[in-house]
């Protein structure tokens, strides 16, 4: 039994940010109703239900601006930074979320926000979710969306499923090593592929080469006016890109991989070297077809992230009723 038609603003996403929180309302379709935000509280100690507190009234405000109460959402979908346990709802201890240790953000929410199903994934799963259904991935059954931000995470669809793995590490492809020789990595491995190739990578390099003030959008910029250092260093990160994807597609047997923040912003720049090496790298009976391209929902992707959970949320309902 539907509550709700499709097309009715009956989902709620909550996106649980390092620098903000949100709270959206929209459709099946991905479109977004109404929104909230506000800033993410600097935390004391570990209190995390001071920020879990603000989500629930950017919920309440952004269902009633949307004219629906709390008790009519038919899903809620909570997108957030990793480690977590999606299986028990609870957030474990996200470098960027000091004070979220432990949180069991799902029950903290049931009890306030009516009984709608809810569904907690990290950011990268979540955003691979809508990319697949909204966004660039449509129509695929297998892709990878590699963050490609500040870090470098990955969320996999496989057979028109998120893989999770067995404790919801799968997809943790930047700390694969793609250079044992390479730049020491904050997770204190050498070479992994976030240490290469991820907009936190490019913004060291550009701090060490080109001034205390310039980041990777500095390299970008230079790059594209030829200047040849900063296509070195476009190549290189390319380079480091294009290995990962390579063992990616031998290992997954992919159709589309999807790269989000920095291939959004710098284009064919990097999209072109990086198809080119990852073409090198890989054999010609797998890469045959393989479409590697940037996310497709532009400024909404975080919050058509947290919808894609909601709709999910829904769904696991629906399932468990034919149970
Ligand atoms: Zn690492």
Redesign the pocket.
């Known amino acids: 039994m539907r509550e709700l038609e499709c097309g009715s603003p009956s989902l709620l996403g909550i996106d649980i940010g390092g620098t903000k929180l949100a709270a959206v309302v929209g459709d099946e379709n991905g479109t977004v109703i109404e929104r909230s935000e506000a800033p993410t509280p600097r935390l004391p100690g570990s209190d995390w239900r001071m920020a879990a507190l603000i989500l629930v009234e950017l919920a309440r405000d952004v269902c009633a601006r949307a004219g629906i109460a709390t008790k009519a959402v038919s899903g809620i979908g909570i997108s957030c930074g990793g480690p977590l346990d999606s299986v028990r709802g609870i957030v474990l201890n996200p470098p960027n979320l000091p004070g979220w240790r432990d949180a069991p953000i799902c029950d903290f929410l049931a009890g306030r926000l009516g009984n709608a199903s809810i569904v907690l994934e990290n950011d990268a799963n979540a955003t691979a979710i809508a990319e697949h259904r909204w966004g660039a991935g449509q129509g695929s059954s297998s892709l990878a969306y590699l963050t490609f931000g500040t870090g470098m995470g990955a969320g996999l669809i496989l057979n028109g499923c998120l893989y999770q793995g067995k404790r919801d590490l799968a997809g943790e492809i930047?700390?694969a090593v793609v250079d044992p020789n390479g730049p020491l990595?904050?997770?204190g491995?050498r070479g992994?592929l976030?240490?290469i190739a991820s907009g936190g990578a490019l913004d060291r390099v550009a701090r060490e080469h080109l001034g205390d003030d310039a980041t990777a959008a500095t390299i970008c910029e230079r790059a594209r006016r030829g200047d040849a250092q900063c296509l070195g260093f476009v190549d290189a990160a390319a380079r480091g890109l294009g290995t990962g994807i390579a063992n990616l597609l031998h290992t997954l047997d992919l159709e589309v991989v999807i790269l989000g923040s920095l291939a959004v912003k710098a284009g064919d720049l990097f999209l072109e070297p990086v198809r080119r090496y990852a073409e090198e790298y890989t054999w010609p009976s797998i890469y045959a077809g393989v479409r590697i391209i940037a996310a497709g929902l532009g400024s909404e992707a975080q919050d058509k992230a947290a919808l894609a959970l909601a709709s999910s949320a829904v769904s696991r309902r629906t399932e468990t009723r034919l149970d």
């Open positions: 930047g700390h990595c904050l997770c491995k992994c976030e240490a």
